[in-house]
């Protein structure tokens, strides 16, 4: 993941100015939080993180589907 610097907030001025850092990921779609100067959360768009997590479902769907041709063999033994 590349992490742009404008977009690294400190979790002080996170707390302090939530409204400033949500118009940062409106602006950009994400922000890093930091936390003793170390990215230790990530503030994203909820449209984005549906997205992010319909990509994750999707890769594991054709994943699943490709070792199930692979091995259908052994699958079609062990259903009988």
Do not use: C, H, W
């Not at 993941?1 to 690294?8: A, D, E, P, S, V």
């Amino acid at each position: 993941m590349n992490i742009n610097t404008k977009n690294l907030v400190s979790i002080t001025e996170a707390n302090q100015n939530f409204s400033r850092v949500a118009r940062m990921v409106d602006e950009s779609g994400a922000v890093v939080i930091l936390k003793n100067n170390t990215p230790r959360y990530l503030l994203i768009e909820f449209g984005r993180a549906e997205a992010e997590q319909l990509a994750l479902d999707e890769d594991v769907l054709s994943i699943s589907k490709r070792l199930i041709a692979k091995n259908r063999e052994a699958y079609e033994v062990l259903a009988e």
